[in-house]
């Protein structure tokens, strides 16, 4: 696959629409003029990286830069090595601005490193996860403040297994607007607003019946009992079986 970054790939993860890529690099020779077909976020994890990146800072030691689609430059690493994490957006109906940017906001740091975790622990569940993510990210809009009435039957939707198109469509809202909206009132994405409700399920099941951890894990819509057990332990900060035996 390429994206056209100079590096090695550690990690690739696509959704179709977006690909996050981990990868390294080291000086082998000149770093010559280069393009990038698609928009993409660049986040250096290791190295002295220099860009011509509008707002560019040398001082900072982790830049994150925004390059729209059709960039074409020369910008490198100094150092012998290097490392960075990239997300590039294929289709999406939104775009953050027509020009390579560094951005140092607390809320895209915060969210590029959401991506980086997903990319990592990549399951049934991720690419919507990303999605919705870098939707956040090319958002620009203020969320409301008062909990808008569509909200409740959205959520209906989603826990009944509808896509966030579908769910956004019979809401009458845009799908940007409802992750907004979401991440103002439940703190998450939709998707892991569902993937909490699910995890929600299974412990009443754990707690109130004997069901197999393996038939409770694929009852509440998980891929296998080894995500389940993941994700389980993540939200509830024990494994499922320790968490039914201290219930007894």
């Known amino acids: 696959m390429d994206l056209g970054f100079v590096g090695s790939p550690s990690i690739v993860r696509t959704t179709g629409r977006v690909t996050l890529g981990h990868w390294s690099w080291r000086r082998e020779g000149v770093v010559r003029p280069h393009a990038h077909a698609e928009a993409h976020f660049m986040f250096v994890t290791g190295g002295v990286f220099r860009t011509s990146a509008d707002r560019a800072n040398a001082l900072v030691a ?12 020369r910008d490198a690493f ?11 957006i294929a289709e999406l109906d939104a775009a953050l601005q027509d020009a390579p940017i ?35 990210l090319l958002d ?7 909990r808008p009435a569509w909200l409740g039957k959205a959520e209906m939707l989603l826990l009944g297994s509808a896509s966030l198109t ?35 399920q299974a412990a009443q099941l754990l707690a109130r019946t004997r069901q197999p951890i393996v038939d ?3 009852g509440c819509g998980f891929a296998d009992q080894s995500h389940f057990t993941k994700h389980f ?16």
Do not use: K
């Open 62 to 73: 982790s830049p994150l830069i925004f390059n729209p689609a059709g960039t074409h430059h």
């Open 78 to 88: 100094e150092s012998d090595r290097g490392a960075f994490f990239t997300v590039t």
């Open 102 to 136: 560094q951005l140092d906001g607390i809320r895209e740091r915060a969210l590029i490193r959401r991506l980086m975790r997903e990319a990592g622990d990549w399951d049934g569940d991720s690419a919507a996860i990303v999605e919705q993510v870098c939707r956040e």
């Open 140 to 146: 620009r809009d203020q969320p409301e403040r008062r």
């Open 166 to 200: 579908e769910a956004s469509r019979d809401a009458g809202v845009h799908p940007t607007h409802l992750i907004r909206t979401f991440r103002r009132f439940h703190r998450c994405t939709p998707a892991e607003f569902v993937r909490g409700h699910r995890l929600e």
């Open 216 to 218: 409770v894990a694929l």
């Open 233 to 248: 332990r993540r939200a509830f900060g024990v494994a499922p079986g320790r968490y039914r035996a201290a219930l007894r």
